[in-house]
């Protein structure tokens, strides 16, 4: 469907353009070569963490940061079911129990108490997702996860640049991942990176990317010998992508500064409308906006009325515990908050390039539904 006001467009300039022609001028190292690691090299200077590791895909980070964990069969992952369903997969993946718990409705993140109710002698990990850009009640969540000596790892997909006070999402856990597929803050088309502090789940996701392959250097460029010392995947970011990135990266900030200030002016608009909630993140919190979603009453027949004016909005998320498919592995969740706001909750167009003149169209024909 072609929509007069998509839901994102995505951010470029010249600057991609000219990395992504010099990578395939070069004629050389497609796959792998220098951009990798320069790339990873921004992205961790960027949320102030020691190491960063590319994947091909968030959801291939999050896999492989399981693995590199060590978590695996017997052991449960506390997940929001309020989530894109890759969140609650990764525990499955590595043979491993998603445990959902429920969320609280300021950040739309992972409710510590309800947290705390799903803890037993089997928990490993928690797995809490920043919605939509807004930083959930981590530091909370930490002191859950420390008290109970249980790894946390963020999922930062959505949330690239948020933090609280001085400190990035992504940094509070053990480790985190962050995405960067079309939608999301920067992006590399298809992508995904972990970032941690840990030299040890570094290394092992070194080789969980490639083959389990020992590389002291490149591999397609080398004539030397190299050994196979674990089972491994290719969930590699290629070079070409990553040149994308180097170029993507270095506009995070302006790219930030633009849809905070969007969100901004939708803020002020639709907080004169009663029949809509806008989220506001607690004080301290810094919000990037990858998602702008608000609670709307009668939020199935407004979405339809948007349609109607070719302006397009979306829920994110259903709850993940509903679906078919976990329906089918037999998941008879409580989650209270999650089935509310899922019912209530819509998110509307927000990327940086976004118009006064189009978030002007967004609120009229909000308005013109409620009369
Ligand atoms: C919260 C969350 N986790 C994980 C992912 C997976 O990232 P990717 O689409 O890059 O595999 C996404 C992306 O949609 C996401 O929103």
Redesign the pocket.
């Known amino acids: 469907m072609s929509w007069k006001l998509p839901l994102f467009k995505i951010y470029w300039d010249d600057d991609d353009l000219v990395n992504v022609d010099e990578s395939i001028k070069s004629g050389m190292n497609w796959a792998v070569g220098a951009q990798v690691s320069e790339f990873e090299d921004l992205i961790a200077q960027s949320i102030e963490a020691k190491y960063a590791v590319t994947?091909n895909?968030?959801?291939?980070?999050?896999h492989s940061l399981l693995l590199a964990h060590g978590i695996g069969k017997g052991d449960e992952v506390i997940v929001p079911s309020f989530?894109?369903?890759?969140?609650a997969n990764?525990p499955l993946f590595v043979g491993a129990k998603p445990v959902f718990a429920d969320i609280e409705d300021e950040t739309m993140g992972l409710d510590p108490d309800s947290v705390l109710e799903k803890i037993n002698q089997n928990t490993r990990a928690i797995l809490p997702?920043?919605?939509g850009g807004c930083p959930c009640h981590i530091r909370e969540l930490k002191e859950i996860a420390e008290d109970h000596d249980l790894i946390l790892i963020e999922?930062?997909?959505?949330a690239q640049g948020a933090k609280i006070k001085d400190k990035y999402v992504g940094t509070f856990g053990d480790s985190a991942?962050l995405?960067?597929?079309q939608?999301?803050i920067i992006t590399t088309g298809?992508?995904?990176a972990v970032v941690t502090d840990s030299q040890e789940i570094y290394e092992k996701l070194h080789l969980i990317r490639s083959h389990g392959r020992l590389e002291t250097t490149n591999y397609f460029t080398s004539y030397e010998p190299f050994d196979y010392i674990d089972i491994g995947y290719n969930f590699r970011m290629s070079n070409i992508t990553s040149a994308l990135g180097i170029a993507q990266i270095k506009k995070l900030d302006k790219i930030v500064e633009m849809r905070r200030k969007n969100a901004e002016y939708l803020n002020k608009k639709l907080d004169n409308i009663k029949q809509i909630q806008t989220l506001n993140a607690p004080e301290d919190y810094f919000h990037v906006y990858?998602l702008y979603s608000v609670i709307a009453e009668n939020r199935d027949d407004l979405m339809s009325h948007l349609a109607g004016a070719g302006i397009m909005s979306k829920v994110?998320?259903d709850p993940v515990h509903l679906t078919q498919f976990y329906r089918g592995l037999g998941y008879e969740e409580n989650l209270p908050v999650t089935e509310r706001v899922s019912q209530e909750i819509v998110t509307l167009p927000m990327f940086p390039t976004l118009q006064k003149s189009e978030m002007d169209l967004i609120v009229d024909e909000i308005r013109k539904f409620y009369g």
């Not at 989530?83 to 969140?87: D, G, L, V, Y």
């Open positions: 994947f895909s968030g959801t291939s980070a999050l989530t894109f369903i890759s969140t990764s997702v920043h919605y999922d930062a997909a959505e991942i995405s960067f597929c939608n999301k298809e992508g995904g990858q994110y998320f």
